[in-house]
Each structure stands twice: as structure tokens, then as C-alpha cells.
């Protein structure tokens, strides 16, 4: 099974946005052990702006584009070096791919994308994406490009053809109502379709570290979905759930694929 996991901010690094080790090194582990059993996996890592700001000591998560790309460079390096070390642990080599907007919507680019991932999963070596913020001064939250990683992730998805999309977030899955306010709101295990009805339970944005929040969430699940993936919301607090949704088991919510 082809599969791609995306990891937000949120949940590798803690508000201050120092790395989240142990959590990092679990996710780490899971993914190794889960491509031992035979999987192909794709890393859709956010993180890189977060990162930077507690790398450089940032109080908050910076709003003006320089500072932001400048987190960014930082923080990449950070994040590469530690799955670099951590998947290396485990045998397994990881691969650098930093996306634009142009190269997802330019058919060229898109395809160029698609044949890098096919050799690397080819070669044995596991993609972790990420959205380059650094050089394109349009991709950092600004209208017309990706500005969130859940899209990306599907976007990749879709692309390379996957069986299943998984988002790690901070929270469980897609609830009926907003679980922050609202303790009777219940989680929803199973979606087999995208109507107006759940699309409208999408909120705003979600951490200060991140960009993304369960619209995003929802806008991905129609990208695979409807490109015949299924993909599953849960929790990332504890990456070994990961064994579980990979089989199938009940955990967060599932999207299921569209049928042809």
C-alpha cells in the first residue's frame, strides 16, 4: 500500500516551538517499522517556520514575508537533519522534496514531481515533502498558492497515485461540533461522502505555530477522495496509531475514496 502521512506543526514541536523528541522519534520509529512490513511512505512534514522560531528565539510565530522565509531556512535544516538521524537509526534513508505552487499547477512541473517520487520509493528511500517557503516570497499564506500543508499532502496524494492519506493533527478526527467549545460535540468515525452537511462543520485556522484548521482538513479530503484514496483525521499525540489505521481499524475519522 502506498500511503502518505502529513505531520503538522502542531504536532512536532510544543508552543514554544522547540521539537516535540519524543514524539518525533516515535513517529519516526512507526513509519520505519510500518515500511518494513512492505509499505511505501511519503512524510508530508510542516514544521520548517515553527521550528525557526524557536530556533531563532522568535517569541511568536512572525507575520512579514522575510521573516518568515528566514524561519523557514532555519528551521528546514532543523527538521531534515533531525528525520535524517532518527529514520538512519532504523535503516532508512530519507530524501529532501521542497515544492512550489508552480510546481503542483504547472503540468510540466507536476510531472517531473511525480516521476522524482516514483525513483525515490524505487530506490527504498522515503520523501519527506515540505512547501518551499524559503524562495517564493507568493507561497508563505498568500491567495493563489498552497499556504497549508493539508492540501499539499493531497495534492502529493492524489498525484503518486495513493491508497491512503493520513493527517496527524491535535485533534482526534472531525467532530460534529467544535470539541473546544461545544463537550457534547461527537466524533464522526466514517464519512462516505463529502455533502454540504460536513463540509460546513469546518472551522478556521487552528495553532499559532500552524496554518492549517479543519477546512483545510476537509478541502484534502475532497482532493484524494475524489482521485480514489481514502483519508483518515486522528490524533498525532500518538504516532503508533498509525499501525492501526494502516489496517484498517477505527481510529479518528475516515474519508472514504470515491468509487469510480
Not at 499539499?152 to 492524489?158: C, K, Q, T
Not at 495513493?162 to 478526527?173: M, N, W
Not at 495553532?207 to 475524489?226: D, F, H, P, W
Amino acid at each position: 500500500m502506498r500511503i502518505v502521512v502529513k505531520i503538522g506543526t502542531s504536532t512536532l514541536a510544543y508552543a514554544t516551538g522547540q521539537l516535540n523528541i519524543r514524539r518525533v522519534e516515535e513517529l519516526c520509529k512507526t513509519m520505519s517499522d510500518i515500511r518494513n512490513a512492505g509499505h511505501e511512505l511519503i512524510l508530508v512534514s510542516s514544521g520548517a517556520i515553527g521550528m525557526g522560531v524557536g530556533k531563532l528565539g522568535l517569541r511568536t510565530r512572525p507575520r512579514d514575508i522575510p521573516t518568515k522565509q528566514a524561519a523557514a531556512a532555519v528551521g528546514q535544516c532543523e527538521l531534515m537533519y533531525t528525520y535524517d538521524k532518527l529514520f538512519n537509526e532504523y535503516n532508512h534513508t530519507v530524501a529532501q522534496v521542497l515544492l512550489t505552487g508552480e510546481d503542483v499547477h504547472s503540468e510540466q512541473r507536476s510531472r517531473n514531481m511525480r516521476n522524482t517520487i516514483f525513483r525515490l520509493l524505487e530506490l527504498g528511500a522515503l520523501p519527506v515533502i515540505n512547501e518551499n517557503d524559503t524562495v517564493a516570497t507568493d507561497e508563505v499564506g498568500v491567495e493563489n498558492t498552497i499556504g497549508e500543508n493539508d492540501t499539499l499532502s493531497a495534492i502529493v496524494a492524489a498525484a503518486v497515485h495513493a491508497d491512503l492519506l493520513i493527517l496527524l493533527s491535535d485533534i482526534d478526527g472531525l467532530y460534529d461540533g467544535d470539541p473546544h467549545r461545544d463537550p457534547a460535540a461527537h466524533l464522526i468515525p466514517t464519512v462516505p461522502c463529502l455533502d454540504e452537511h460536513i463540509m460546513a462543520l469546518g472551522g478556521g485556522s487552528g495553532s499559532a505555530l500552524g496554518t492549517g484548521g479543519m477546512a483545510t482538513k476537509l478541502k484534502a479530503a475532497r482532493i484524494v477522495t475524489e482521485a480514489g484514496c481514502e483519508m483518515v483525521i486522528a490524533n498525532g499525540a500518538k504516532p503508533a496509531l498509525l499501525y492501526d489505521i494502516v489496517a484498517g481499524k477505527p481510529v479518528g475519522t475516515r474519508f472514504l475514496a470515491k468509487e469510480a
